[in-house]
């Protein structure tokens, strides 16, 4: 069955929530298998529905794999998303947080900044230099450092500001704001982008969602990387330059939160062991 007849006929009858679905997998030949308290649905992803999907498929595991593109139409609205899907097949997003798209074929700014990334990492032959690299590009290009020098203000203070006069400026957007052109961003706006570049530039990495520090700790997003068979964290919004190994001490602040039969899990930092 099609992608949208099998979508329609999970969700169509009584216009669920998304909030319903305890577990999702996704197969390497298109299959995604939904898996709520009461029923198991297959869907195929088709290219112009595969952004909603992957969407879903990383609200729900708290990570995008190494050979997972992140495609274009990418929405993210933080850990606190929502998705509903409604009788004619329209995708409506809940999120306490501004929802962010990827989408490279909408966003000439993310478009420019690719190619930008690209520029800008060509002549370096080094995978892991070219990481170091791109991550550095992603920082710079979303603010740099903590503070913003001669402001007084945290990247956090400057990020909400722009948020909310993108809003203002664009009254059709709502409460969806293109990732590129964001000039300051957080943790979430610029793992997303690492993980877009990187698929595009020749650069392995996951996209991964979690807390810092504990279940009592905050939530963060970083990103991995495979490096002569060992995973590193890559954070660009702490510490672009550097790559943590694994098995390095201070990694261990890092847990990946998913939901696994209604409950909140959480577990490594999405690198040797994915699964948990």
């Not at 074929?105 to 930008?116: E, I």
């Not at 080094?126 to 590009?137: R, Y």
């Not at 710079?140 to 400026?169: A, F, P, Y």
């Not at 009592?216 to 964290?233: A, F």
Request: glycine content about 10%; hydrophobic content about 35%; charged content about 25%.
């Amino acid at each position: 069955m099609s992608f949208y007849f099998d979508l329609a006929l999970s969700f169509s009858d009584s216009t669920r929530s998304t909030s319903d679905i305890i577990q999702v997998k996704v197969t390497r030949s298109g299959i995604v298998r939904l898996q709520t308290s009461t029923s198991v649905y297959e869907l195929r992803i088709e290219d112009k529905r595969a952004g909603r999907v992957r969407s879903l498929q990383y609200l729900r595991r708290g990570y995008l794999d190494y050979d997972e593109t992140m495609p274009d139409g990418f929405y993210d609205g933080g850990h606190g998303m929502e998705f509903e899907i409604d009788e004619n097949d329209a995708l409506k997003v809940r999120s306490p947080r501004e929802v962010i798209l990827v989408d490279g074929t909408k966003d000439q700014g993310l478009a420019f900044k690719l190619d930008a990334a690209r520029k800008f990492i060509e002549n370096t032959t080094a995978v892991e230099d070219k990481i170091k690299m791109l991550a550095m590009f992603v920082s710079n290009s979303l603010g740099g450092s903590q503070m913003v020098q001669g402001s007084g203000l945290s990247i956090t203070d400057m990020t909400d500001r722009e948020i909310e006069l993108r809003k203002q400026n664009v009254p059709t957007a709502g409460e969806v704001v293109m990732l590129g052109y964001l000039n300051y961003g957080v943790c979430r706006h610029r793992a997303l982008a690492f993980k877009y570049f990187a698929d595009r530039l020749g650069i392995r990495s996951r996209l991964v969602r979690g807390k810092q520090g504990g279940a009592d700790g905050g939530w963060h997003i970083w990103n991995v990387v495979e490096l002569g068979g060992k995973h590193y964290v890559v954070d660009v919004m702490q510490q672009p330059w550097r790559l943590m190994e694994q098995d390095s001490k201070e990694v261990g602040a890092y847990q990946r939160a998913f939901n696994e039969r209604g409950a909140r899990v959480l577990a490594g930092i999405g690198g040797r062991s994915i699964t948990r």
